[in-house]
């Protein structure tokens, strides 16, 4: 049926023809149906992109009146949806729904590869994309390409510097919405997510589901070239690069070039000498947060990771892990070195282990250059770099 298009007054109005003779209540152009005439009426804007409902505080124009009415509660300030287990507070009841879940831990779509779990479609859709490779939108400027267009969008900020974002307490300057919502928490202290193993309050849900699984050792994401396990799929992207021998992020300064952009930043402080991080307890100062952490503890001996076996604490939860395997009941060593004959109670420490008849050394310094079997033993040289010894 052909559709005919009547402009009267310098605005579109749609004959009786586009809703068709058959079904009055059928839309001719993509077949959606409706209840009523009237809700047609509005979803024929989103074919004509007329927006008749303007808000007198900005340019935004909308398509229905009850959008409108929703949007004008960010320049009022007005957020009647209130969340009963929290303080937060919402414009829309949907955004309260959503919000609910994460203190019932209730997640709508589940990952069919990994089990991951998320509370909305998107958030599904763009976690989908990281194990089909879809990536449709390219950055023009550089190679990058990205799953979702508002992606590309935030991404092209960095190209043109641009920053629309601004913190109303501190004037600070964002390219995303999301990282200013981050950085308001720094002024009002919010931390809505809470560890109960361990007291740990984080401000983003990401953070706070990654720290959960170092109490549950779930460890979800696997390289296929090597069997290792990741918590986040980030921390994959990373190790694939030891494999493939890409170091992105080239020091300006000599020929170092690095996996991770804050290795290549710690790097860089060895040629500026800066060491941002002071121990409150003493004179000694740091390049990391993490490596300050771990000083801290040995002042005030905090030891956050505790045995349910044995009544006995450490500071860092691998070598709780480690100390886990004394209770083993029946510690079986079924894995045997094919070159040597020793014996391990799992297939990790033998991998390991291979490394001393293969040579292979994945864990590289990021200030110099030497390498090491073992991921311990980096850690040991670090703190040479770190001023630690």
Do not use: W
Request: with cysteine; net charge positive; proline share 3%.
């Amino acid at each position: 049926m052909q559709t005919y298009k009547v402009e009267m007054c310098n605005e579109i109005k749609y004959s009786d023809h586009v809703y068709g003779e058959q079904n009055p209540r059928k839309c001719n152009l993509c077949g959606k149906t409706f209840a009523n005439r009237k809700n047609l009426k509005v979803h024929m804007r989103s074919h004509t992109g007329e927006k008749p409902h303007q808000c007198n505080h900005c340019d935004k124009a909308f398509s229905e009146r009850s959008v409108l009415k929703r949007h004008l509660r960010i320049h009022s300030g007005e957020r009647p949806y209130q969340c009963s287990q929290c303080d937060k507070t919402f414009t829309q009841l949907g955004n309260l729904t959503v919000h609910m879940m994460t203190h019932t831990g209730e997640t709508r779509f589940k990952c069919s590869q990994c089990d991951m779990g998320f509370i909305t479609h998107t958030n599904f859709k763009i976690h989908m994309m990281n194990h089909t490779g879809e990536k449709p939108f390219q950055c023009t400027q550089c190679e990058k390409v990205f799953p979702y267009n508002c992606h590309l969008k935030n991404h092209m900020r960095t190209h043109t510097g641009d920053t629309p974002f601004k913190c109303s307490l501190c004037n600070k300057e964002f390219s995303e919405k999301r990282k200013l919502k981050l950085h308001m928490m720094t002024h009002t202290g919010e931390t809505p997510y809470r560890c109960t193993q361990c007291d740990k309050r984080y401000s983003e849900k990401g953070h706070f589901k990654r720290h959960m699984m170092t109490h549950t050792g779930e460890k979800p994401i696997t390289c296929r070239e090597c069997g290792k396990a990741f918590i986040a799929l980030i921390s994959l992207k990373y190790h694939m690069r030891i494999h493939t021998g890409e170091r992105p992020f080239q020091c300006m300064q000599c020929d170092k070039a690095f996996i991770q952009n804050s290795h290549l930043i710690v790097h860089m402080m060895t040629h500026t000498g800066e060491r941002p991080y002071n121990c409150i307890h003493c004179d000694k100062t740091f390049k990391t947060k993490s490596t300050l952490n771990s000083h801290v503890a040995t002042h005030t001996v905090e030891k956050p990771f505790k045995c349910i076996q044995c009544d006995k604490a450490f500071v860092k939860n691998s070598t709780l892990t480690a100390h886990m395997r004394v209770h083993e009941e029946t510690l079986q060593y079924i894995h045997v070195c094919s070159q040597c004959d020793k014996v391990f109670s799992d297939n990790g420490c033998l991998k390991r282990h291979m490394h001393i008849h293969t040579g292979y050394k994945p864990y590289q310094c990021s200030i110099c250059d030497k390498a090491f079997s073992r991921k311990d033993d980096l850690n040991k040289h670090m703190k040479i770099h770190n001023g630690e010894r």
